[in-house]
């Protein structure tokens, strides 16, 4: 008789059926309230690796550490400014400034250059970030060439000494004096981002979440650190170099 019972009506489930199958039937419930992760986030509490820790940030990260090694830079392209002013009392200033400089300059470069190269090859973080100003994309490929111009021109000339005087100190003058022109220029054309990266003038302030897993502030601050040490203890070393071109006579010297 069991056998002709509609279905549904002759058979008994046992508790653990029912169980079973409320539990393949129903989805898992999720704490009220707690936001929904992203599939591809990290899981909470998983463990990064130190490299990893200071090198996190994404587009945002990287602004931060481009908007904080132009500031550094503002000041020391500053004080480089104030010696072309009294360039013959003060080129030992200069050439220390500027030695001192090597290392915050290829910095620039490199998280500028960093941030092309992730966006025109397609990496979908700083393609949503979009790209700088198109003025500034057209300004920066010569900011980069007097960039090195100026820099090897100068270096050439402390360790070639006042023999080398003519044609390339003429080039260093020239270059020295369109870059100091251009940078102002694109580091002014940069003073926007630095108000929002870090909030000055009551600007809105790009955030990023340091607790989870957009860190990297501390790897950013160690390698503008970096920079800046690296800088001073070039300069300290090469101050040898300096003689031959403090020591020039006065009406010989030319800049």
Same mark, same amino acid.
């Given at each position: ?21 409320? $539990? ?44 904080? $090694? ?41 998280? $500028? ?7 025109? $090859? ?134």
């Amino acid at each position: 008789m069991s056998d002709l019972s509609p279905p549904g009506k002759g058979s008994v489930s046992s508790p653990a059926d029912t169980e079973s199958m409320a $539990t393949r039937q129903s989805p898992p419930k999720q704490d009220a309230g707690r936001p929904r992760e992203h599939s591809l986030a990290r899981p909470r509490g998983a463990p990064r690796s130190l490299i990893g820790r200071l090198t996190a940030g994404g587009a945002i990260g990287n602004e931060e550490l481009t908007a904080a $090694t132009g500031i550094v830079l503002l000041v020391l392209l500053a004080a480089l400014g104030v010696t072309i002013l009294r360039i013959r009392p003060l080129l030992n200033v200069h050439m220390f400034v500027g030695l001192l400089l090597l290392p915050p300059v290829g910095l620039k470069m490199a998280s $500028t250059g960093y941030r092309f190269v992730r966006y025109y $090859t397609h990496d979908p973080v700083y393609r949503r970030k979009g790209p700088p100003e198109l003025f500034m994309r057209m300004l920066a490929p010569l900011v980069v060439l007097l960039t090195v111009v100026v820099f090897a021109t100068g270096v050439a000339l402390l360790f070639l000494g006042p023999s080398s005087q003519g044609q390339l100190l003429k080039i260093h003058k020239l270059s020295f004096f369109a870059w100091l022109a251009v940078t102002a220029v694109h580091v002014l054309g940069h003073l926007p981002d630095l108000a929002r990266v870090f909030g000055i003038g009551g600007a809105p302030r790009e955030r990023t979440d340091w607790r989870g897993t957009a860190n990297g502030r501390a790897g950013r601050a160690m390698s503008l650190a970096a920079a800046i040490v690296l800088g001073t203890v070039i300069a300290i070393l090469l101050i040898p170099e300096f003689g031959p071109w403090l020591n020039l006579p006065r009406d010989l010297f030319h800049h």
